[in-house]
Each structure stands twice: as structure tokens, then as C-alpha cells.
């Protein structure tokens, strides 16, 4: 198909004026009753779900995979639900699935279930199955994975070992700051079944975010576990915990509370720095020329050089907020100097720690997670290096392009131009979305792209991150920082990807 057809496909709008209607076929999905909003979202009245979600955890584990989609899809025309679905992909997937030997690869099954709820949830309501179907398929295929390198499944906790009520939180301080996973697992067992979500997260936020290995993965499980257990409900807390424990541990060589690893610096150093803030750093004003300070700091300084960046902006009465879009924009940036892997976990990092940022209420964890994202973008930066050239490019200073068409013909545009010149495409943003501050359509557009084109776990987790981050930017940079994701997005040009098909046959059946 020519490029012109390609475009023209894309083009075509229904009555409603949706310039997503050409991106496929999506027919197949009426067999299904929609995915209404208010059922991704914790009723605060519930104390717990369906007490039967044992047995939809088994069915994602037991079934084949060439027949799962087939069996959930009835199962779901039979009454199951959209939070039943989600809960036993995550519970399935953090007991068949090790966050060893690193917290990524096979794990993306776990971590990528928020991701897809995310897509689903922000997209129109007939579409929001695609995602959740997807994963599906990603958890046979880390199950998979798992079985081939050590057929690792979740072992019961030690219950004789298991704290008090009393005891259970500085057990589980302890354990983790000396790294014993033994002791840190059935820690996080009593917490689980003693305390609240909130007082239980503001730990795994600051462990979640202390040493740089794994490429942001294990900022990322704390986020994503917080946040798809608030849907599924508390009462799936206990496994998911354990866990997200055992991921944090993670390292290599002996154990790091007796040594000084380079994966470990940045959080020793960066403890000094959050004592040197000004009392009152969560006020100040927004300053463009900060965060351009802090992005030309970003580009060429050492983790060090941009932490004491960041503590000098603030101490001047510039805003967090300003920090913020310079951290976003930078690691935005690294995408589009160099799109890749590394990358890509630079933009999925910073919204992981944003999250917590903005989730937590203890100060010194708001310090330090600010601290520790100044370092990792940086990181991210010197990482890169070992896999090929780093061009030259500043969002700061990019030049909008003309746009040829208008409103919903102007979106496909974009992504006919992301699919053969994304540098063209950013340009195109930026004067798409000045005249568009709150552009619906096109994100709206690039979800679609995702479920249509997407073939792997990070097409979900950095386009999940970029536009939820959109709303996030301060509205001065929120164009350059949706600019640079269209490095990673998918484009309307090629064919789609072969789960699409697999999800209609099975929706149809």
C-alpha cells in the first residue's frame, strides 16, 4: 500500500467527527460489552473482590496460550469483569513470573499490567479490552520464558516467621537497608496483612528509588504496584508485596550494605544534598530559564553536576515544578538523541518517581526522590554511550513545522510522518499543539497506534508514561516534551500486529 493510500485510510472519519475511525476495524469488539469507566476505579464502599479470583488466576496460568484469549473472552461474555481480569493478570503474573535475573524482561508481564490498565482506561470505552488483551498474551509469554530458565513459582511464606503488628515495619526496614530477602519477605507479609496502602508505600517508595540498577525498573514495579492496586483492591496486596520486595533486592556481587557501588552512590551522596534545601522549596515560582539551565546541565554534567543543580534552582525560589520539566524534557530528550532501550526507561523512570513525587507526603522522600531522578537522567545519558552514537539535538531550541491539513486530517499527518520522519513530526507537534494546548485527538490517536502497531511490552509502558506526563509538564514545555515521545510512538504506516488478529478471531468466536 503507497504511503498516499496509507494516509487516506487513516483519514477517514465517522459521523462523530473521529479522526480514529480509519485506524482499523474494530467491530470485533461489540461482542464484548464495553469497559465503563467507573469499573476501573476502586469503590471505596467494597472491602474486597470476588473472594473466586483463584480460579481466573488459574485459567490465565493452566491455559494454553493459543486458547487463552478464546477462554477469557467467554468467560467474560459469562460475567466476569474488567478489575477480575486485571487482578489475575498481576496475581498470575508475580507467581509464575521471577524479577530475576534482572527486574525486566520476562517481568515485563507484571510490569506492564498498570501500563495497559492506563491505556484502557484513557481510551474511548470501546476499545479498552484491546490493552488488557494484550496483556494477557504477554503473560503466557513471559510464563514461558520463566519455565525455560529456572520454572520458578512463588513459594508460601514462612508463617512461623512472619513479625507482629508491632514489629512488622522496622523488620522490614531493617531487612531491606541490610539486604536479606528472607527477613524482608515475611516483613512485608505482616505489613501487608496489618497496614494501610499508604503507610506501606511510603517505604517501598524510598527503596524503590536508592540504587540505580535495572535501568529505573525497580522505581517503575513500586509505581505500578501502588497504582493497579488501588483498582484491584488491598486484599490482593500480600503476594504482589513479596514481590515487589524481592524485585528491590536485586544486585550483583556481595552485599551492597557492606560495599560502595557505583549503582549505590547517587542516594548516599544525594542524603546530604536534601538536608541542604530551603525550608519552605515546595514554594517558589515557575522560571522557563531554570528549567533550560537545568536542561543544558542535564546534557553535558555528571550526576553529580545536576543534583547540585537541582538543590542551587531551589535554593534560588525556583519551583519544583520547573525541576520537574526540565527532568522530563531532558529525559525526553535522550529519546530523541538516541531512541532505543535505554532511552525509552529514562521517560518511564521519571514517571515512576514523579508519581511518587507527588503521591507520598513525607517531605524528605519528595527531596529524595527528586535528588535521585536528577541523577538517573544523566546515567541514563553516560549508559547510553556503550550502545553507539549520541546525536546532537535540544528541545529547547526546535523549530515548529507547517502543518498541511487541519483538526483530525492534520493528526494523520503527524503519524503518516511518524512512521518515515519523526524529526519532521516533532516539528509538526509543536504547532499541532499550539493550536491544540489540549490535543485529545492526537493522544487519543497514539493510543490507538499502540494497540494497533505496538509489539512489545515498552510500546505500552513509555506511551503510557509520555501521555499521562503530558498533563504533568508545566503548559510551556508541554509540547516540546510530547514532541520528543513521537521517537518512540508508533506510526500509522505498515501493517498491524498480529495480536489484533488473534483478539478479533477470539472475540468473534
Known amino acids: 500500500m503507497s504511503e498516499l493510500n496509507s494516509r487516506r485510510q487513516f483519514l477517514q472519519t465517522a459521523a462523530v467527527g473521529s479522526a480514529l475511525t480509519g485506524l482499523g476495524d474494530f467491530g470485533f469488539l461489540s461482542h464484548l460489552r464495553p469497559v465503563q469507566a467507573e469499573e476501573a476505579k476502586l469503590d471505596p464502599n467494597v472491602v474486597r473482590l470476588d473472594p473466586g479470583i483463584e480460579p481466573v488466576v488459574r485459567l490465565l496460568e493452566d491455559t494454553p496460550r493459543e486458547k487463552l484469549l478464546e477462554q477469557v473472552a467467554a468467560r467474560i461474555r459469562a460475567g466476569l469483569t474488567y478489575k477480575e481480569v486485571l487482578a489475575a493478570l498481576l496475581l498470575a503474573g508475580v507467581r509464575n513470573v521471577e ?150 533486592q536485586k544486585h550483583e556481587g556481595g552485599n551492597p550494605f557492606k560495599g560502595d557501588a557505583a549503582a549505590d552512590q547517587p542516594w548516599k551522596r544525594n542524603r546530604e544534598l536534601a538536608a541542604q534545601f530551603r525550608p519552605d522549596w515546595l514554594k517558589g515560582k515557575l522560571d522557563s530559564a531554570a528549567t533550560i539551565e537545568l536542561l543544558a546541565t542535564l546534557r553535558e554534567g555528571s550526576d553529580q553536576d545536576c543534583c547540585k543543580k537541582v538543590v542551587d534552582l531551589l535554593n534560588a525560589g525556583i519551583s519544583p515544578q520547573s525541576i520537574w520539566d526540565g527532568l522530563m524534557v531532558g529525559a525526553g530528550e535522550l529519546v530523541v538523541r538516541q531512541p532505543g532501550i535505554v532511552a525509552l526507561h529514562a521517560v518511564t523512570s521519571s514517571n515512576a518517581l514523579r508519581y511518587g513525587f507527588d503521591a507520598t507526603s513525607n517531605e524528605d522522600t519528595k527531596r529524595m526522590l527528586l535528588l535521585q531522578n536528577a541523577a538517573f537522567v544523566p546515567l541514563f545519558r553516560m549508559a547510553m554511550s556503550s550502545r553507539g552514537a549520541i546525536k546532537e539535538a535540544r528541545m529547547d531550541t526546535l523549530e515548529p513545522a507547517a502543518l498541511e491539513h487541519n483538526g483530525g486530517e492534520a493528526v494523520g499527518e503527524i503519524f503518516a510522518n511518524v512512521s518515515n520522519d519523526r524529526m519532521l513530526a516533532a516539528r509538526k507537534i509543536l504547532t499541532y499543539v499550539k493550536e491544540h494546548p489540549q490535543p485529545k485527538e492526537l493522544i487519543d490517536a497514539a493510543r490507538l497506534l499502540v494497540f494497533l502497531k505496538g509489539t512489545n511490552a515498552h510500546d505500552y509502558k513509555f506511551s503510557s508514561a509520555v501521555l499521562e506526563d503530558f498533563g504533568h509538564v508545566s503548559p510551556a514545555w508541554r509540547d516540546r516534551y510530547l514532541a520528543s515521545s513521537v521517537f518512540n510512538l508508533r506510526g500509522s504506516i505498515g501493517p498491524d500486529n498480529q495480536l489484533v488478529k488473534r483478539t478479533r478471531d477470539a472475540l468473534q468466536a
Open 99 to 248: 524479577p530475576r535475573p534482572d527486574v525486566g524482561h520476562k517481568f515485563h508481564a507484571v510490569l506492564v499490567v498498570n501500563s495497559a490498565h492506563l491505556a484502557s482506561l484513557s481510551s474511548p470505552e470501546e476499545h479498552r479490552w484491546l490493552p488488557i488483551f494484550w496483556a494477557l498474551d504477554q503473560f503466557k509469554e513471559s510464563q514461558a520464558a520463566d519455565e525455560r530458565e529456572r520454572h520458578w513459582t512463588m513459594a508460601p511464606v514462612v508463617e512461623s516467621k512472619v513479625p507482629t503488628a508491632d514489629k512488622a515495619r522496622q523488620a522490614f526496614i531493617d531487612a531491606m537497608e541490610n539486604w536479606d530477602e528472607a527477613a524482608a519477605d515475611v516483613a512485608i507479609a505482616g505489613l501487608a496483612r496489618t497496614a494501610e496502602i499508604n503507610d506501606v508505600f511510603e517505604l517501598f517508595y524510598r527503596f524503590g528509588a536508592r540504587d540505580f540498577r535495572d535501568i529505573g525498573h525497580k522505581a517503575i514495579f513500586v509505581a505500578n504496584s501502588r497504582r493497579t492496586l488501588e483498582v484491584i483492591g488491598w486484599q490482593h496486596a500480600e503476594p504482589v508485596l513479596r514481590s515487589l520486595a524481592y524485585a528491590l
